[in-house]
């Protein structure tokens, strides 16, 4: 018996075991499938729906193919054909895909790089190939993202990190399109020594309007946001799209400079410089007075042409809104609002990197194509709902809610569990012998399954 085990290993039962609960899944599947057909069938309005034949349902699920017969209707007073299996279960079969397989597969394209990679880890994941690459693309197409009902806003400061992404566009001769985003949150929360950010939103800029216009109007349907309370801090580099929040919100916003973009600058046009440590004091210290003189006094003894334009094309932009300098912090307080647990502003890199991961690096897009990508990425990071073209791919709060509706009906599942287990005893050879038979048996029928 020893012989016969060690010509088994770990990777291969493991492998036996879950192709033969793969069959058993399909089985059970087909056969409640059927048994659920039946009882519409016998209980549907029946002066409505005139039952013309059977015909076949095939569809891919996560543990393989499953195919039965389902019945096929004449509604009589439409003249429509419909499949009522599929109603009731919000499902359609002409897709030829399981609900859940389409779920994991739109999730996968959006959390990975490229849709291709989406197909081969589903087919790696579940040992056959489910869906091709433009499939799982045509899916994503066909998605509609959820807003969640308005938030509201736990204190009167509501931060905003801004920075825009260039995507290249698959049509020839078009420019690509600068994909404007804003990250939203409302403060600081810590995790032991981490600190994470409190409800982090996302927007992206898509009408006509001024990015401003169109994300105070985002504000609006999002949050329980008065401009005549709020206060929004808005971080970001120095496009003129950005900086224009200067002049949109006159009243109740303060502008920030994105730091890690002058400390990049500073770098690049000092390093090696003798001034170089005053000046990365100066600006440490958020000292805007000191920061601008330093500049200003190292103009002409850089000592290279291209870095003495950039040092004046930085001084120039700074001068412009040195307020946007200083800590922010100290700005609130100044207003008269409690600034107790805030951290310095600065997280848009880290938002932006993690959608250029997607939608850069070589990849060009069409102008559905990219909305459908980006839109869903924010449903992903948001915890919103995504309506596909049969039922949502929920988030774990909606999951969580799901858990308290109504649940099947207990003969039902007793029913189903009686179903499993015949079909698991069916499909592994070892169930079905005495109990005193070897494993190793069980193992050597396993390998011809």
Not at 65 to 73: K, Q
Not at 145 to 159: G, H, M, R, S, T
Not at 181 to 197: D, P, S, V, Y
């Amino acid at each position: 018996m020893k012989d016969i085990i060690t010509k088994v290993t770990m990777k291969e039962l493991e492998q036996l075991i879950f192709r033969s609960l793969q069959a058993s899944f399909s089985e059970v599947m087909a056969k409640v499938l059927t048994e659920v057909d039946q009882i519409i069938a016998e209980g549907r309005d029946k002066t409505k729906f005139e039952l013309k034949d059977k015909r076949k349902l095939s569809f891919e699920s996560m543990f393989g193919s499953v195919e039965l017969r389902r019945n096929y209707y004449r509604d009589r007073e439409t003249g429509k054909y419909v499949y009522l299996l599929d109603q009731y279960l919000n499902f359609d079969g002409e897709q030829e895909i399981s609900p859940v397989v389409q779920d994991l597969a739109i999730e996968l394209a959006v959390t990975g790089v490229s849709y291709r990679q989406a197909e081969y880890a589903m087919e790696k994941l579940l040992g056959y190939p489910v869906i091709s690459h433009e499939g799982i693309r045509q899916q994503l197409l066909n998605t509609e993202v959820v807003p969640k009902e308005k938030q509201p806003l736990e204190n009167d400061v509501l931060f905003v990190e801004v920075d825009g992404l260039y995507t290249k566009s698959q049509e020839k001769n078009k420019r690509g399109k600068e994909l404007k985003i804003a990250a939203t949150h409302q403060g600081w929360e810590m995790n032991g020594k981490r600190a994470a950010l409190k409800d982090k939103r996302h927007f992206i800029h898509r009408d006509k309007l001024p990015f401003w216009e169109s994300f105070e109007q985002y504000l609006v349907d999002t949050y329980e946001y008065d401009p005549t309370r709020h206060q929004l801090v808005i971080n970001g580099d120095g496009a003129k799209w950005i900086t224009s929040c200067r002049e949109y919100f006159r009243h109740n916003a303060i502008f920030v400079i994105d730091r890690f973009h002058v400390a990049r600058e500073v770098q690049y046009i000092f390093r090696g410089h003798p001034r170089y440590r005053e000046i990365r004091k100066k600006f440490a210290k958020y000292d805007a007075e000191g920061f601008l003189t330093e500049l200003n006094s190292a103009v002409g003894t850089i000592g290279h042409e291209l870095k003495e334009g950039r040092l004046e094309d930085l001084i120039n932009q700074l001068s412009q809104y040195p307020e946007a300098l200083r800590d922010y912090r100290e700005r609130l307080r100044e207003k008269g609002i409690d600034t107790e647990g805030f951290r310095p502003m600065g997280s848009a890199e880290g938002t932006m990197s993690v959608f250029a991961k997607r939608l850069k690096n070589g990849r060009s897009w069409c102008d559905i194509g990219l909305e459908k990508m980006s839109d869903a990425m924010v449903a992903l990071k948001d915890n919103l709902i995504i309506k596909t073209l049969r039922g949502s791919i929920l988030n774990e709060d909606e999951m969580d809610t799901d858990k308290t509706e109504e649940k099947p009906p207990k003969h039902f599942v007793e029913r189903l569990t009686k179903h499993v287990g015949e079909a698991t005893r069916n499909n592994l050879a070892y169930l079905q012998g005495s109990i005193y038979k070897p494993v190793a048996m069980a193992l050597k029928g396993l390998k011809g399954f």
